[in-house]
C-alpha cells in the first residue's frame, strides 16, 4: 500500500509564500505530482518530479526527496486565484500509470 | 471539442435506479481511469483501462461495473448503489504511463438518496 500524507488545511496572506509539504510511503515509486483543485473543479496538473530536486515553474516550485519519502510544493507571490485544494499524488508502476493521492491541502489566500 | 469531457455533471437517483456516467477524451490517450472523491477522503482510484482493456479493478463492488468501448471513450454503470456511494466521479486520461499528469473531467457529482 501507500501512505500519503499531507496538512489538511493551510492560510497565507496575498503576495507571502507557502510551502505544503507532503510526506509518503510507497513500493514501486515512479514519480510524485501535485494537483490543484479549485471547489467543484476538475484537478489540474501542477508537477511532476522523478528525480531528487527543486523544479521551478514560474510562481510555482515542487522538490522532492526520493530517500526521505518527502515532497514540497512551494507558491510564491500569492494571490487570491491559489485558494484551492492541493493533492500530492504518488505514482507506482513502470509501465503503466496509476496515481494514488493524498487528502489534499486546502489553501485559503486571504487579502 | 478539447480535453476530458463527463456527463452528466449532477445525477440524483434513487437505490434501485439503474444509470450510466459517460466520460471521452479527445487527447488521443491510451488509457483511462475512474476515481470516487467524497469529502474528507483522498481520491480513490476505482478502475483503469488501458487501450480498452481493464488492467486494474481496485476491490472495488459489483454495484459499478465500467465499459471501455474504444480508447476515447469510458463508462460507468450504476445499479443498487447505496446512499454512501454518494461522491463525485472523476474520470481522468493519459498516454502511457502517466508520467506527464493525468487529464482529469470535471467530474459527476452523484447523490444516491
Known amino acids: 500500500g501507500q501512505n500519503i500524507d499531507q496538512p489538511t488545511e493551510m492560510t497565507a496572506t496575498e503576495g507571502a509564500i507557502v510551502q505544503i509539504n507532503c510526506t509518503y510511503q510507497t513500493s514501486g515509486f515512479n514519480g510524485l505530482f501535485w494537483y490543484q483543485q479549485h471547489a467543484g473543479e476538475a484537478p489540474t496538473f501542477l508537477s511532476y518530479?522523478?528525480?531528487?530536486g527543486l523544479e521551478e515553474k514560474g510562481r510555482f516550485s515542487s522538490f522532492l526527496s526520493r530517500s526521505k519519502g518527502y515532497s514540497y510544493l512551494l507558491l510564491k507571490e500569492l494571490q487570491m486565484k491559489d485558494s484551492a485544494s492541493y493533492l500530492c499524488a504518488v505514482g507506482r508502476g513502470s509501465t503503466l500509470g496509476r496515481l494514488y493521492f493524498g487528502r489534499g491541502t486546502q489553501l485559503t489566500v486571504w487579502p | 471539442e478539447t480535453g476530458v469531457t463527463q456527463t452528466p455533471r449532477h445525477l440524483v437517483m434513487g437505490m434501485t435506479n439503474k444509470k450510466s456516467l459517460k466520460c471521452e477524451q479527445h487527447l488521443g490517450h491510451n488509457a483511462m481511469y475512474w476515481y470516487k472523491q467524497s469529502a474528507k477522503k483522498p481520491l480513490e482510484l476505482m478502475f483503469v483501462y488501458s487501450l480498452e482493456e481493464r488492467v486494474e479493478n481496485n476491490s472495488v463492488p459489483s454495484r459499478f461495473s465500467p465499459e471501455c468501448p474504444n480508447s476515447s471513450h469510458l463508462f460507468l454503470h450504476l445499479h443498487t448503489l447505496q446512499p454512501e456511494d454518494s461522491a463525485l466521479y472523476l474520470c481522468?486520461?493519459?498516454?502511457?504511463?502517466?508520467?506527464?499528469?493525468?487529464?482529469f473531467g470535471s467530474g459527476t457529482r452523484l447523490t444516491v438518496v
Open positions: 481522468a486520461s493519459s498516454q502511457g504511463g502517466g508520467n506527464y499528469g493525468y487529464t
Open positions: 518530479n522523478v528525480l531528487d
